[in-house]
């Protein structure tokens, strides 16, 4: 493989992140018994150096990293990439800035939090950088693992290891549909490259049934990782059972990479040409996408806990964004551009909404706690986290004037023009189902019995937390009210598929 200085200077970013990470866990070894309030600081300078790095970028040439002596690159270092990875890095950064109060009163080792969290990111990058299946697998392998460690490290709830080894064990079986589908993917085409893989699939998969084979393993692994419906079953107790802003980390970061990964999978490797419209796969990609849209807003809309709601909630929104994966399958690949835009605004309204529960959580937890009458009031206690989560819930349920609205209105729009005018219904019929169990939360927050709203977050825990929902509700509004920027960086990743 060729390595040149070069290829490394233009990961900056990622160096950034992991010598941050490290560094973590080698202050967290000499800090025994001392403060360590400094380590949520430093992560936050380091995600906000990657993403001004990362952001600036964006409209750089494209560039092949790692090429080996055949001419395959193990990376893809474009727009799609650049913009995938700021949104990560954004997740990063919110989740940090939620995480104080929580690592104060689960006494858990701020350093190695931190660092996970790091490190995590660094593997969603590299898994929506990667240009072979490789080193996707190995991308999502450093991310999985340490996304496990961070869902089990709320020890005083009995909910977060159970959490972390129901994840654990259907993140192993996951993997295994997507190592058994490299494998008869490699052993059709010879080869585990996007563009190799390529040359194979421009012609009819009937004829090459193994390759139909590790193409449909290949769906399933991925259907596991974005909680597609019916791999969807671990999401809800694993999101209910971790810590709040880790949750938030997952439902954004941990979908979004493998979204991505997905998207650039499709667009490069199973859909040259934009090929794939009769393609016996693209069936199942269908089934999935209205599965995942209509069973995630049907089971979000009877949940009793918030978090198990948003759960559901984020289920269904990745069946929006495979609406756009379809878009791309056939052809149309500026569909892209509204996939990542969609994920972008996903990420803003997300996190902040996980962020308001944050600053909301009691000190004793437990379920009770994360009930939707547990939130009686809170509008009137807490105003700005009352406005905030009342914006949060519109942009979810895709209302203008957030920038969960145009997201939807950009990916239905490039489905429609590539005449999946179906999913496009279905994908309507959702978000009007959303609006009931998005306002049940707003009604909680402002027409109900104020309740006893027991011990909250000390000021310099909230004012952390305020900064994080701050941002996404900046972030929500910008979107929405001034997109124009956004969609023109994110037209640059039409080049990329």
Aim: glycine residues 10%; hydrophobic residues 55%; neutral net charge.
């Amino acid at each position: 493989m060729k390595l040149e200085l070069n290829d490394l200077v233009a990961l900056g970013p990622m160096w950034v992140l992991l010598g941050t990470a490290l560094g973590l866990l080698l202050l967290e070894v000499f800090s025994r018994g001392k403060d360590r309030g400094w380590a949520a600081y430093l992560s936050v300078a380091s995600c906000a150096a990657a993403l001004y790095l990362t952001v600036g970028a964006i409209d750089e040439p494209a560039r092949s990293l790692f090429v080996d002596r055949t001419g395959t690159a193990a990376l893809k270092l474009d727009a799609l990439a650049q913009y995938s990875s700021a949104v990560v890095m954004a997740a990063a950064l919110i989740s940090c800035l939620l995480s104080p109060g929580y690592v104060e009163r689960a006494r858990c080792a701020s350093g190695e939090y931190y660092a996970l969290i790091l490190f995590s990111a660094v593997g969603m990058m590299v898994m929506v950088m990667a240009a072979d299946l490789i080193t996707l697998f190995l991308g999502l392998e450093v991310m999985s693992i340490c996304v496990y460690v961070l869902t089990g490290l709320r020890k005083n709830d009995v909910r977060s290891p159970e959490a972390s080894l129901k994840y654990f064990l259907i993140g192993a079986f996951a993997t295994g549909f997507l190592l058994f589908g490299i494998a008869f993917v490699y052993g059709s085409t010879q080869s585990v490259s996007y563009d190799r893989i390529a040359t194979f699939t421009k012609e009819p998969l009937a004829e090459q049934p193994m390759l139909l084979f590790g193409i449909v393993l290949l769906l399933i692994g991925f259907g596991f990782k974005v909680a597609a419906v019916p791999f969807h079953v671990w999401a809800p107790d694993v999101y209910e059972g971790a810590p709040t802003p880790i949750t938030g980390f997952m439902a954004v970061g941990v979908k979004a990479a493998a979204l991505v990964s997905l998207a650039r999978v499709v667009g490069v490797g199973l859909s040259p040409d934009g090929k794939a419209a009769d393609a016996q796969w693209m069936e199942l990609l269908r089934v999935l996408t209205v599965l995942t849209i209509l069973g995630g807003n049907v089971m979000a809309a009877v949940q009793r806990n918030v978090k198990r709601m948003l759960a559901y909630s984020s289920i269904s929104h990745a069946g929006y964004a495979m609406i756009g994966i379809v878009a791309i399958g056939l052809g149309h690949a500026e569909a892209a551009s509204a996939l990542i835009f969609y994920l972008g605004a996903y990420a803003f309204m997300t996190l902040g909404a996980f962020g308001v529960l944050a600053f909301l959580e009691r000190k004793e937890g437990g379920p009770e706690s994360e009930r939707f009458g547990a939130f009686s009031g809170m509008g009137y206690q807490h105003p700005a986290m009352g406005i905030a989560m009342a914006l949060f819930m519109v942009a979810l349920a895709g209302m203008p004037p957030t920038g969960g609205f145009v997201g939807k209105l950009y990916l239905f729009k490039s489905a429609l023009a590539a005449g999946e005018t179906g999913l496009v219904i279905v994908g309507v019929v959702g978000s009007i189902v959303s609006v009931y169990y998005y306002l049940r939360v707003v009604v909680s927050f402002y027409m109900r019995e104020v309740p006893d709203p027991g011990p909250l977050p000390s000021a310099n825990q909230s004012r952390a937390v305020m900064i994080g929902v701050g941002l996404a509700a900046f972030g929500v509004l910008l979107l929405g009210i001034f997109p124009n920027r956004a969609i023109e960086l994110a037209k640059l990743a039409v080049s990329a598929l």
